[in-house]
């Protein structure tokens, strides 16, 4: 993976929000059709297209040198211990943790300075 500094990483987030947005649309729209079927082969197909639309947005992140720690958490390395920490919905990067703690362990990046 990458190193990026807050301004490098910052720079990168819209593209990382898009291709983040979009899977999320995605799996927000299967599991709308997962909870309205009960057929037992249908429910399979989904689930895998699911999984398949979790992967490719996990692929697509980490070809950024992003890593991705969980279900739309995004981490940049920082190469001094830390990360810089996103998740869905957040406007910007304004979290850390270290690479012990993970998310768990979030602090504001003002605590940085």
Do not use: N
Request: with cysteine; proline share 3%; charged share 30%.
């Amino acid at each position: 993976m990458a190193i990026f500094t807050l301004e490098e990483a910052r720079t990168l987030l819209p593209r990382v929000k898009e291709i983040t947005q979009h899977s999320y649309e995605i799996v927000e729209e299967l599991q709308t059709q997962l909870e309205a079927t009960e057929h037992p082969q249908e429910v399979r197909r989904l689930e895998a297209q699911v999984h398949e639309a979790l992967q490719r947005w996990a692929a697509a992140v980490q070809e950024l040198g992003v890593e991705v720690k969980g279900l739309w958490l995004a981490d940049f390395d920082s190469g001094d211990g830390y990360y810089y920490c996103w998740q869905l919905g957040e406007d910007d990067i304004e979290h850390f943790h270290r690479y012990e703690t993970g998310f768990a362990g979030r602090r504001p990046i003002t605590l940085l300075d």
